[in-house]
């Protein structure tokens, strides 16, 4: 069952009308299933079962530490790239035995404080930062776990802003270098390695790029047996898509069986690291439409939701799903749904059938990743409130900020 359905002709999460989470906690107001989220991390493990395998939920997605929570409860573990991040984890208490390391830039402080927390692995991007991080764990007396992120040079055939596996692309460390930066590790006293990892991209709705990405890992992983450089571990990184509009995403068996079949003869440990696919079709925006502007070209409905909140459709002009929260009998005309910000970039949706009154409630579909995560306080407007649904019960997650909250950090000249 899915978990948002329409009840008595009232959009639901779960047992929870999205009526009254709007009389309870306003709007805008974004809001999670648990039971989606659950669902979709139990989708990763069954398919893995018998399998030694870990799940890294990339936490950039969706950081609220109640969703980490659901996901670290049911054994994930986490895929950070930033201090905060950990902090963040740590705070919603995650086992540091698994949580992986990513990102290009990565802090001595950031590096001191995993050392210290005793993470599974740091997923190092660049020779400079094998150098680093070799002296900051020299520094504390102890030895970094290490994979390096080779950049498989694969095509994942997605937007070129979230497209990462190219030569082109900033991440990873060339394939053509990898070996030679392997061995230079390995002469590194203060490093251990312990794996291979890449991430080829983000919204994947084809399996084969992962297959040819594996097909490279494996390929580097025999040439670096033959050095005597043996690795535990292989991290197939993220990227699955899921379904915004009708996009047919790959099943998670779809996906995972042809890696596995590769994988069936090697003792190497699996780990993924699931963002989008965990969470983005488990959450939703709602909004109330603030005033009806029907115009000679075009018709706008100006919503309380805007690009501060949600920025998908402004910066990568994304899809998303946009539907009545109590469906309106009569003729649907065709609405622009854009928020309040002095911007022409600041829509929603464009071009959406529907039947539109003041004061209705919206709610914009498949928002979990993404959404909240790469929110701003853009026109000095605040947060939304975040809420996750669990059966019958809602809680608030995050309260929504106050107007004293965005600027109390600043001063004014004395
Ligand atoms: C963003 C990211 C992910 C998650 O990507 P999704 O498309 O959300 O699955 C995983 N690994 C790394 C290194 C990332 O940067």
Redesign the pocket.
């Known amino acids: 069952m899915s978990a948002f359905e329409r009840h008595a002709g009232v959009l639901h999460v779960e047992s929870v009308s999205l009526s009254d989470l709007a009389n309870e906690f306003g709007t805008p107001c974004w809001v999670y299933s648990r039971q989606a989220i659950e669902t979709a991390l139990d989708e990763f493990q069954q398919e893995l079962l018998g399998h030694d395998a870990l799940v890294c939920y990339?936490v950039?997605?969706n950081s609220n530490l109640a969703v980490l929570d659901v996901l670290a409860r049911r054994g994930a573990g986490f895929?950070i790239?930033s201090e905060g991040e950990l902090r963040r984890v740590l705070a919603a208490g995650a086992d540091p035995r698994r949580i992986v390391f990513?990102?290009v830039g990565k802090s001595v402080s950031a590096m001191e404080l995993a050392l210290r927390t005793g993470i599974l692995c740091f997923?190092v991007e660049s020779a400079a930062e094998l150098e680093r991080l070799n002296a900051v764990a020299a520094q504390q007396g102890t030895t970094a776990p290490v994979s390096l992120?080779v950049n498989p040079d694969v095509d994942a055939r997605t937007h070129p802003y979230?497209s990462?596996g190219l030569k082109e692309n900033k991440?990873g460390v060339a394939y053509d270098e990898a070996r030679t930066l392997y061995r230079r590790a390995a002469e590194l006293s203060h490093l251990r390695l312990c794996g291979i990892?890449c991430?080829i991209?983000?919204?994947?709705l084809d399996a084969a790029p992962f297959s040819e990405a594996l097909d490279k890992l494996l390929h580097l992983i025999d040439q670096l047996a033959e050095d005597g450089i043996a690795l535990e571990h292989i991290d197939l990184?993220?990227?699955?898509?899921i379904r915004y509009r009708d996009e047919e995403a790959p099943t998670i068996k779809a996906y995972l069986h042809p890696l596995l079949d590769k994988l069936k003869d090697r003792r190497l440990r699996i780990l993924l690291?699931?963002?989008?696919?965990?969470v983005?079709n488990a959450g939703l925006l709602l909004t109330r439409v603030d005033y009806l502007k029907p115009g000679e070209i075009k018709n706008f409905a100006i919503v309380d939701a805007a690009m501060n909140d949600l920025a998908r459709p402004a910066l990568y002009g994304s899809w998303h799903t946009i539907v009545p929260v109590v469906e309106r009998q009569g003729t649907a005309d065709t609405w622009e749904i854009v928020g309040p910000i002095c911007e022409s970039g600041d829509f929603l949706g464009r071009d959406r059938p529907l039947v539109l009154a003041t004061g209705d409630l919206l709610a914009i579909l498949s928002a979990g990743?993404?959404g909240m995560a790469m929110s701003s306080n853009y026109n000095t407007r605040p947060r939304a409130a975040e809420v996750m649904v669990d059966g019958r019960q809602s809680y608030l997650v995050r309260r929504r900020e106050s107007f004293d909250e965005l600027f109390n950090l600043e001063r004014r000249l004395p």
């Open positions: 990339a950039k997605a895929d790239v990513s990102g997923n992120r979230i990462t991440f990892d991430h991209g983000s919204q994947l990184g993220g990227g699955l898509g690291e699931p963002g989008r696919r965990l983005g990743a993404y």
